[in-house]
T-cell receptor
Framework: SAVISQKPSRDICQRGTSLTIQCQVD?????MFWYRQQPGQSLTLIAT?????????ESGFVIDKFPISRPNLTFSTLTVSNMSPEDSSIYLC???????????FGQGTRLTVV | GEDVEQSLFLSVREGDSSVINCTYT??????LYWYKQEPGAGLQLLTY?????DMKQDQRLTVLLNKKDKHLSLRIADTQTGDSAIYFC??????????FGSGTRLQVQP
């Protein structure tokens, strides 16, 4: 099984600033995804991180607000831009090695915007 | 699109069995998962089942899959207070991301 290291684990940020969250996987994964979990809610998919090309965003999420990079098969970043208190959530990255395999998750980044 | 539904809350007494239910809509789902999330913690993968199976047992956990009814359940035998958490059901097919249910909060009464 793969291990995903996500950092920072938590942060408190001022509104209007940006935060970049990093995910490092200890082995190559075919697919990587970014999720948001708002307080008391389930996980909502933000986007699929595509290696070497632009991420594929879900409805309601845009690249200007959540730019994503994935330079190789083991690393991805998510930036939360121009933050507002509504962005306060847990952000999680996930990876899968192939179609019929387990999905692994990072420990999440607990973001509070003040 | 894909949809996954769970009941929101379950309360059991310590030592009893807990059964958490989940229904999904996508008949092409190939992998179904159960995750546990404790307060302030990340997601812990408990178990998963491939769609060509109808049951999987792992120590105190039993997963039952009724593919015809698109119904998944997680049974926890001899439930302990440490099992109190939110349990998420999730499904996927092909290369797409997991779709999660709303989560079931399990409360274990001593």
């Amino acid at each position: 099984s793969a291990v995903i290291s996500q950092k920072p684990s938590r942060d408190i940020c001022q509104r209007g600033t940006s935060l970049t969250i990093q995910c490092q996987v200890d082995s190559q994964v075919t697919m990587m995804f970014w999720y948001r979990q708002q307080p008391g809610q389930s996980l909502t998919l933000i986007a699929t991180a595509n290696q070497g090309s632009e991420a594929t965003y879900e409805s309601g999420f845009v690249i200007d607000k959540f730019p994503i990079s994935r330079p190789n098969l083991t690393f991805s970043t998510l930036t939360v831009s121009n933050m507002s208190p509504e962005d306060s959530s847990i952000y999680l990255c996930s990876g899968r090695t192939d179609m019929n395999t387990e999905a692994f998750f990072g420990q999440g980044t607990r973001l509070t915007v003040v | 699109g894909e949809d996954v539904e769970q009941s929101l809350f379950l309360s059991v007494r310590e030592g009893d069995s807990s059964v958490i239910n989940c229904t999904y809509t996508d008949s092409s789902s190939t992998y179904l998962y159960w995750y546990k999330q404790e307060p302030g913690a990340g997601l812990q993968l408990l178990t998963y089942i491939f769609s060509n199976m109808d049951m999987k047992q792992d120590q105190r956990l039993t997963v039952l899959l009724n593919k015809k009814d698109k119904h998944l359940s997680l049974r926890i035998a001899d439930t302990q207070t440490g099992d109190s958490a939110i349990y998420f059901c999730a499904e996927t097919a092909g290369r797409r991301a997991l779709t999660f249910g709303s989560g079931t909060r399990l409360q274990v009464q001593p």
